[in-house]
């Protein structure tokens, strides 16, 4: 009986072992893909040190990564190129750019395939901007016809001090005007980080191969949020999330909206607890103007204590390489959501294995192209495994 378990237990390694060597010699297909029996090298380039290896890129050009912890192995960086007019450039190949890394230079592709888009269109609808809102309930043909296309699906989202789904995701243009005009103004609250991170968390149930992009309709300030900047970008960052903004006028809302009578506080000057992150320091200041954002950024992932961002969406569409929009009346509105959908349809899918992986922290991104004359704009960077005490080394 003993000769005959062994005989057995013999066989099953042998089958074991074929199935692993079988594994091992067939690479696997990306989801959507057509299998192939040799994967392609990437084709030569400039762009390429003479050193790198070849790669794959997966279709969804997302990080491989499974939490905060992990190493990032692929980066896309969404590049959009303007001439000096600021008119979109198109055309341009993969060896018109010139990639760096925390200053290294990287092997690039881009990726050609044409995905279809996922958008999120979250709207702040609270007190504050009531009158507003009539305006925006006005951008439902635009979604489509402007930012989507007919391959495009939309969901939409109202927040003060809650986050309700009005709809989700849908290609129907008649859904999405109806979704907005069930917005109704709320409360004075307006849980810009929290709806912000449910959206992102909507856009991560979409299949890979789609373009995931957020547009947020609201004022520059968040109020009454338990989500904190840091948590929106790396979650941004881990679902491959692109964030647009189109900024409410803080001074247009508050001349237009409904006065507040606030209660009575009986409360001594020292019972009175400061907001949380206690006051904002000169460098601080400093950092939250227009310019480089990269410290700030820095300095969120690092948890610097008596940091206040006043501008999470400037903060959110600089990191995931957005653009931020300011509206006043229902033509800018109208515009800005034209101009989004014509950047993000002339965009350039850069994406790459960073060659430099093993520092951990913030790594700055920069893109130069080829070409007199010609201005980008793309993510300025991204944060790279390790903890934030281990970046400060």
Known sequence: MRA????????????????????????????????????????????????AQPYSVPASGAAEKADFGTTVR??????????????????????????????????????????????VVAVQANSQVE??????????SLLQGQVTGEDGEVAIIAFDHRVQTLADFTSDPDKMAAALKKMKPGSWSSRLNDATIESINLLKTRPANRRRVLLLI?????????????????????????????????FLASLTATPNTPSTDNRPPGAVHLPGGAVNTPTTET????????????????????????????????????????????????????DIGAELHSQYLLTYSPNNQEVPGFHTIVVQVAKPDLKIRTRDGYYLAGSPEGAKK
């Open 287 to 338: 950092q939250m103007q227009l310019g480089d954002w990269t410290p700030l950024i820095k300095d969120i992932f690092n948890e610097a204590k008596g940091l206040i961002v006043k501008n999470p969406l400037q903060v959110f569409t600089t990191y995931s390489g957005g653009r931020q929009y300011t509206f006043t009346n229902q033509r800018t509105l109208d515009r800005a959501i034209t």
């Open 131 to 140: 009158k507003l809102l009539p305006q925006i309930q006005k951008i439902g």
């Open 74 to 119: 692929i980066v896309m960086a969404p590049a959009t190129v303007t001439d000096r007019s600021g008119n979109i450039v198109e055309g341009l190949q993969p060896q018109d750019f010139r990639l760096y890394d925390n200053g290294k230079l990287q092997r690039i592709t881009e990726d050609l395939t044409s995905h279809p888009l996922s958008l």
């Open 218 to 250: 609201a004022e520059a300030g968040d109020k009454g949020s338990q989500i904190r900047p840091r948590e929106v970008m790396s979650a941004a960052e881990f679902a491959n999330v692109v964030i647009y903004s189109v900024d409410m006028s803080h």
């Open 4 to 51: 005959s378990l062994r005989t057995a237990v013999g066989i099953y390694a042998a089958i074991l072992s074929v199935h692993l060597l079988h594994a091992q010699a067939v690479p696997l297909a990306r989801p959507g893909a057509t299998p192939t029996a040799t994967p392609q090298a990437a084709p030569s380039s400039p762009l390429i040190p003479p050193a």
